[in-house]
């Protein structure tokens, strides 16, 4: 997950590496205070991609029935927090469910 962090930072704030030249492997201050802070914000265990997606659809479930998901899953949470890719699919499965409910006048059983 590390490595992926830092691939992120370089390429949010870095300009564009012409054709067949290195990316330059330093990290601009900016991009090194983003990385500590994603390190801060690390437990001791922590959930991957592949345990997060195995529980995302009842976090997601449990958020659209108004529920407080954060504090049943913090492992989730903190996984969410911490990786776009996965929050990013939380995301859209949340508003899927929003919009069923909406569409169907029925809350999420």
């Not at 490595?3 to 330093?26: C, E, H, V, W, Y």
Request: with cysteine; charged share 25%.
């Amino acid at each position: 997950m590390l490595k992926r962090m830092i691939r992120k930072l370089r390429k949010q704030n870095s300009p564009p590496t012409p054709a067949g030249a290195l990316p330059d492997p330093t990290l601009t201050p900016t991009q090194f205070r983003e990385l500590i802070l994603h390190v801060a914000r690390t437990h001791e265990v922590e959930l991957n991609c592949s345990s997060t997606f195995e529980l995302i659809d009842e976090y997601a479930e449990m958020a659209a029935q108004g529920r407080n998901a954060a504090n049943i899953m913090p492992q989730v949470n903190q996984h969410l927090e911490m990786c776009p890719d996965c929050r990013e699919e939380y995301q859209t499965l949340l508003h899927i469910l929003r919009t069923f409910e909406l569409e169907n006048g029925d809350e999420l059983a």
